[in-house]
Structures are given as structure tokens and as C-alpha cells.
């Protein structure tokens, strides 16, 4: 079974940076691609990152392009995503997911303060 843990949120001030990690593990048949999605109370769900984890090739959402980076380590189990220049507007819960599957982490809180 897939397991998908997240970690590193906090809380920052506005222009601040964070680290979030998500350690995967169990079936990873055709987990060819993984990525990074937000929700904010009261806000849709956001993709803000993906990364094909083959090619190492990645994805952003325009809100956050330029300022967040998704990476993977060198066993391709642990992803990462780099979040500099952090706006107020980045506050929202952070999920490790498969795109086209149910399989999401249990989140990590961003809250980003002015």
C-alpha cells in the first residue's frame, strides 16, 4: 500500500522560506509522476507543483512559478518541494499526491504571516 508522509511546514513571515519533504514508500507502479497540491480553508484545491519522476522534468502553477521548487532525492522516494518568497497568500494546508490517483499524504501546515 502507498504511503505518502509530509513534512517540514511552519509558520514563516511573509518573504521567508520553507522546506517540505514527503517520504513515499509501498507500490510504486506507474508513480511516474508525482506532485504537490494546497488547500486553504474556504479556497479550491490547488496543484501548484508536479514532477515527472523519470526525467526529473517539473511543472508549477502560475501562482507559484519562479518562487516554489519540487525535486527528488537521488532514490526518487523522498520529494521536496523548496518554497521561497512566501506570500500570506501561500497559507493552506500542503499534500504529497499521485495525480490520477486517491493517494495523497495527511498534509503539512504552511501558514505564512505579514
Known amino acids: 500500500q502507498v504511503q505518502l508522509v509530509e513534512s517540514g511546514g511552519g509558520s514563516v513571515q511573509a518573504g521567508g522560506s520553507l522546506r517540505l519533504s514527503c517520504a513515499a514508500s509501498?507500490?510504486?507502479?506507474?508513480?511516474?509522476?508525482m506532485g504537490w497540491f494546497r488547500q486553504a480553508p474556504g479556497k479550491e484545491r490547488e496543484g501548484v507543483a508536479e514532477?515527472?519522476?523519470?526525467?526529473?522534468?517539473?511543472g508549477y502553477a502560475d501562482s507559484v512559478k519562479g518562487r516554489f521548487t519540487a525535486s527528488q532525492g537521488n532514490d526518487k522516494n523522498t520529494l521536496y518541494l523548496q518554497l521561497d518568497s512566501l506570500k500570506t497568500d501561500d497559507t493552506a494546508m500542503y499534500y504529497c499526491?499521485?495525480?490520477?490517483?486517491?493517494?495523497r499524504g495527511q498534509g503539512t501546515q504552511v501558514t505564512v504571516s505579514s
Open positions: 499526491a499521485i495525480p490520477g490517483s486517491t493517494y
Open positions: 509501498g507500490y510504486t507502479y506507474n508513480r511516474n509522476c
Open positions: 514532477i515527472d519522476t523519470g526525467s526529473g522534468s517539473t
